[in-house]
């Protein structure tokens, strides 16, 4: 049963308070699979819509993200690549 954007709204709101990355990527997955359910189609929309917004804002800040921590993840997979 697909939830109503509202609700999938308020777990994006909820979920700000939680410390668990696995649990945040699993709830998000299916959020952004209920989107499309919910007619929510088109890419772009998709990722830029609020639920979306939440989510990846919670899951940048669990990760500590910085650009410095960026840039050394990067150039960690580009070693990992072969790429110079």
């Known amino acids: 049963m697909t939830r109503p954007v509202k609700r999938l709204l308020e777990e994006a709101y909820e979920v ?4 668990n990355l696995i649990a945040v990527i699993g709830s998000f997955h299916r959020a952004m699979k209920e989107l499309r359910e919910n007619g929510i189609t088109n890419t772009d929309d998709l990722n830029k819509h609020p639920v979306c917004v939440l989510y990846c ?17 990067y150039d960690l997979a580009r070693t990992a690549k072969g790429i110079d």
Do not use: F, G, P, V
């Not at 700000?16 to 410390?19: E, L």
């Not at 800040?61 to 993840?73: F, G, I, V």
């Open 57 to 73: 804002d919670k899951i940048m800040h669990l990760t500590d993200h910085s650009y410095a921590r960026l840039n050394h993840a």
């Open 16 to 19: 700000q308070d939680a410390c």
